[in-house]
T-cell receptor
Framework: GQQLNQSPQSMFIQEGEDVSMNCTSS?????WLWYKQDPGEGPVLLIA?????ELTSNGRLTAQFGITRKDSFLNISASIPSDVGIYFC?????????????FGTGTRLTIIP | KAGVTQTPRYLIKTRGQQVTLSCSPI?????VSWYQQTPGQGLQFLFE???????NKGNFPGRFSGRQFSNSRSEMNVSTLELGDSALYLC?????????????FGPGTRLLVL
C-alpha cells in the first residue's frame, strides 16, 4: 500500500532539545495530520492541518502544511521525557467516500538521559 | 467516557487458521475503521464501516473482511492466516462519516501467526 516518506526514521536527543521531522508525498493531500503513538497504545492525534501554508501549534508542538500540499513538518520545542514515542504523519484526501488516511513510516523519538 | 475497546488484546494463531477481532467504538460513534500496523509496512488502512455498511476499503486481499452491527460494534475476520498477517490491528471510531479529527484509536489487538 501507499506510504508517505517520513524522516528521520529515528532520533536520539537530549532533554530540552528541539526536534524537527517531516513528511513528503508524491500525491496532494487536503488534510495533513500528526499523531503520536506510545507503546501498547493506538495513535493519538496531535495536530490537524487543513490549508496549504497553514502553521498550527499545540503547546510545544508546531506543524506546518506545505505550500505544495505534498509535505508537512512537525517541530517539538524543549523536549521532555514524555515526548518519547513514535510520531506519524498522515495525509487525507477529501473525496467523499474515499477519505482514508495514508500514514507515514514513523519517526521514533528517544531521549537520552 | 470509555474509549475504544478491542478484544482480545493478544492472540496467537497458526497458519491456515482464521481469526476474528472485535472493536467496540466510543458510545455514540457510528464510524469504525480498521488498520494493520507492521514494522515493515507501517499503518495501512483496511476498511471503514458506517451504519453497518462498508464505505471504504484499502488494498488488502479478500481474506480480510469485516462487518458492523447495529450497535456500531465491529468485527474483522482474517481467513487462512499467513505468517505475514502478524501485526497490530488497530480499530478507530469517529462520530460520523470518517473524519480524522474526531477519530480515536483503540489500543489494538496484537496477532502473532506461527
Amino acid at each position: 500500500g501507499q506510504q508517505l516518506n517520513q524522516s528521520p526514521q529515528s532520533m536520539f536527543i537530549q532533554e530540552g532539545e528541539d526536534v524537527s521531522m517531516n513528511c513528503t508525498s508524491s500525491s496532494i493531500f487536503n488534510t495533513w495530520l500528526w499523531y503520536k503513538q506510545d507503546p501498547g497504545e493506538g495513535p493519538v492525534l496531535l495536530i490537524a492541518l487543513y490549508k496549504a501554508g497553514e502553521l498550527t501549534s499545540n503547546g510545544r508542538l508546531t506543524a506546518q502544511f506545505g505550500i505544495t500540499r505534498k509535505d508537512s513538518f512537525l517541530n517539538i520545542s524543549a523536549s521532555i521525557p514524555s515526548d518519547v514515542g513514535i510520531y506519524f504523519c498522515a495525509g487525507q484526501t477529501s473525496n467523499f467516500g474515499n477519505e482514508k488516511l495514508t500514514f507515514g513510516t514513523g519517526t521514533r523519538l528517544t531521549i537520552i538521559p | 467516557k470509555a474509549g475504544v475497546t478491542q478484544t482480545p488484546r493478544y492472540l496467537i494463531k497458526t497458519r491456515g487458521q482464521q481469526v476474528t477481532l472485535s472493536c467496540s467504538p466510543i458510545s455514540g460513534h457510528r464510524s469504525v475503521s480498521w488498520y494493520q500496523q507492521t514494522p515493515g509496512q507501517g499503518l495501512q488502512f483496511l476498511f471503514e464501516y458506517f451504519s453497518e455498511t462498508q464505505r471504504n476499503k484499502g488494498n488488502f486481499p479478500g481474506r480480510f473482511s469485516g462487518r458492523q452491527f447495529s450497535n456500531s460494534r465491529s468485527e474483522m475476520n482474517v481467513s487462512t492466516l499467513e505468517l505475514g498477517d502478524s501485526a497490530l490491528y488497530l480499530c478507530a471510531s469517529s462520530l460520523g462519516f470518517f473524519t480524522a479529527e474526531t477519530q480515536y484509536f483503540g489500543p489494538g489487538t496484537r496477532l502473532l501467526v506461527l
